[in-house]
């Protein structure tokens, strides 16, 4: 059975090297939560039975470990054998293939394998989920075969948040395995539309380092005998840079019609045209905002050819362009493509 596509779904598993290393664990995401930055994570676990995605929320990084544990439990073995320091795993869950009294009591047997299982989730401070409703996880078509609970979920450990998942056993329809389900909170990330900012070549600037400057000298470093001399010195330094900084700043609100060009001049020079409406100063607004432009474009290009060493990136043509068509050379209706042949 291949792997299923969606448009509204996307689809992270890895590509297999060979046919025998084919993945058997997929994970997928709703479009709608783009904006949230999955990614599948490879370079930390490369294996076929395990899928580690991760996302960011308010500038913070998570991780949702997908499992499928075979009647060998290669996977389990793979997690308990390689040492890896991953943070912020929100969940692990999938098709473990343990039969326990842990988390089925119609089964009164306990298992080796379940210790390890337990073990590996508490080394990523994971713990078993509890369950809003108690069923099977995986129904047999096979009469007189028992359903099984074979799908599990381990969640963040004393979380009053994420502590339970609810199974649907109604949802399986021609599966054997119902699905499982969690609510993950997402925190409402915060977006400063405002900061407060001193502009590059700036009378603000100038103003804010030569304050900065005077302080210094005037600043008593003859006697730093201890620790604690040095450690008052030090929290004077930034307390002159803390005044200093909110002295000459001035709060500017980003949005999508910021121009990193424009300075004080080109919004003075705007409100003189506002005020008069003449096309004298609406020349003059012209003037200063090509004349801003201009002079952040040196200032870039200088910065670039200076420090970047590589004033070649400013041009069109080092940029990836498509060979032109070629034909090879016939002679009597057949391609010369070697120097005998010519």
């Keep these: 059975m291949g792997t299923s596509y969606h448009p509204n779904w996307i689809a992270f598993t890895r590509f297999p090297s060979n046919r025998s290393d084919s993945s058997r664990v997929i994970s997928y995401v ?44 290669i996977a389990l073995k793979y997690l ?20 326990d009294i842990l988390w089925d009591s119609a089964f009164p047997f306990h298992s080796s394998v379940s210790d390890d299982l337990v073990i590996i989730a508490d080394s990523f401070n994971l713990s078993l989920s509890t369950l809003t ?24 450990y004393g979380s009053y948040e994420l502590d339970r998942h609810s199974i649907h056993p109604g949802s399986h329809l021609s599966l054997d395995h119902a699905l499982l389900s969690i609510k993950i909170p997402i925190i409402e990330e915060v977006i400063q539309s405002s900061k407060f900012l001193i502009h590059p070549k700036s009378d603000q600037e100038t103003a804010f380092v030569e304050e900065i ?4 000298k005037i600043l008593d470093t003859s ?14 330094l930034g307390m002159i840079i803390d005044q200093a900084w909110k002295k000459n700043t001035k709060k500017s609100r980003t949005s999508k019609h910021s121009k990193q060009w424009w300075t004080d001049d080109c919004s003075r020079s705007l409100n003189n045209y506002r005020a008069s409406r003449s096309l004298e100063n609406w020349k003059n607004f012209k003037k ?21 060493k590589g004033p070649w990136k400013l041009m069109n043509w080092i940029n990836r362009h498509k060979f032109p068509a070629t034909k090879a050379i016939k002679h009597n209706g057949s391609p010369c493509l070697s120097p005998e042949s010519l």
């Design 80 to 99: 308990k054998n390689t040492e890896m320091n991953i943070e912020n795993v929100l969940l692990i869950t999938g098709d473990f293939n343990i039969r």
């Design 133 to 156: 409703n108690s069923c099977p996880t995986r129904y047999s078509d096979i009469a007189g075969e028992s359903n099984l609970v074979i799908n599990l979920m381990f969640l963040c």
């Design 223 to 236: 006697v730093i005998g201890d620790s604690d001399k040095l450690e008052s010195i030090v929290n004077q």
């Design 213 to 216: 400057i005077l302080s210094f």
């Design 30 to 73: 709703n479009i709608c939560l783009l904006l949230l930055l999955f990614l599948l994570h490879k370079d930390i676990i490369n294996h076929r039975d395990i899928s580690l995605i991760s996302f960011f929320n308010n500038n913070i990084c998570y991780y949702i470990m997908n499992v499928y544990s075979d009647s060998s439990h």
């Design 288 to 308: 200063v905002v090509k004349n801003a432009k201009r002079s952040l474009f040196d200032i870039k290009i200088q910065e670039i050819t200076n420090k970047r």
